[in-house]
T-cell receptor
Framework: SQQGEEDPQALSIQEGENATMNCSYK?????LQWYRQNSGRGLVHLIL?????REKHSGRLRVTLDTSKKSSSLLITASRAADTASYFC???????????FGKGTMLLVSP | DTGVSQNPRHKITKRGQNVTFRCDPI?????LYWYRQTLGQGPEFLTY????????KSRLLSDRFSAERPKGSFSTLEIQRTEQGDSAMYLC????????????????FGAGSRLTVL
């Protein structure tokens, strides 16, 4: 079963605006990852944040993690049309040596 | 270029037929995962190989599904007696334990093989 749940399901913004998407999860984790999926393609790893970290940056990406609320957010600043994709959070899958993914947020960035 | 080749990219088949998908990682990976993704959903874990050994199977993996990784390099996923509910994208993801921080698994996905069962 999928542990993470992203919010909103879909987000539509203009180029240059910031995009924020959220992920909530159910059980304790030691890390959380965000992935991007362009239409019809596989997922690409974006960033990983450890449970003892509160915030992490990578280029135009900013990820926060609040373990007390079991939630994470992904902020994409100064968005571009090329950022149009689905974004998924992923957490360790309890009982398995892999990751479980949420349903994703579909981001549309219009020129 | 994801470093993972999956074939075929798209397979259309009739209900009841068998299909096989192949995953070829370009470089060596001791771990390999198969996931399934349906429209509007995130990927769901199916099975995991460590070298040639199939170590984990999801509860989603019915008896009609079988996977192999004979030499610890490429892998195949076969679905027997396909059903319409098998229609999905099948994603292969090689991985190396310890890649990423905290020894976390960081997955590199192929572009996937899309199955349509009529």
């Amino acid at each position: 079963s999928q542990q993470g749940e992203e919010d909103p399901q879909a987000l539509s913004i203009q180029e240059g605006e910031n995009a924020t998407m959220n992920c909530s999860y159910k059980t304790s984790i030691n890390n959380l990852q965000w992935y991007r999926q362009n239409s019809g393609r596989g997922l690409v790893h974006l960033i990983l944040i450890r449970s003892n970290e509160r915030e992490k940056h990578s280029g135009r990406l900013r990820v926060t993690l609040d373990t007390s609320k079991k939630s994470s957010s992904l902020l994409i600043t100064a968005s571009r049309a090329a950022d149009t994709a689905s974004y998924f959070c992923a957490t360790p899958y309890s009982g398995y040596s892999t990751l479980t993914f949420g349903k994703g947020t579909m981001l549309l960035v219009s020129p | 270029d994801t470093g993972v080749s999956q074939n075929p990219r798209h397979k259309i088949t009739k209900r009841g037929q068998n299909v096989t998908f192949r995953c070829d990682p370009i470089s060596e990976h001791n771990r390999l995962y198969w996931y399934r993704q349906t429209l509007g959903q995130g990927p769901e874990f199916l099975t995991y190989f460590q070298n040639e050994a199939q170590l984990e199977k999801s509860r989603l993996l019915s008896d009609r599904f079988s996977a192999e990784r004979p030499k610890g390099s490429f892998s195949t996923l076969e679905i027997q007696r396909t059903e319409q509910g098998d229609s999905a994208m099948y994603l292969c993801a090689p991985g190396v334990r310890g890649t990423g921080e905290s020894g976390a698994n960081v997955l590199t996905f192929g572009a996937g093989s899309r199955l349509t069962v009529l």
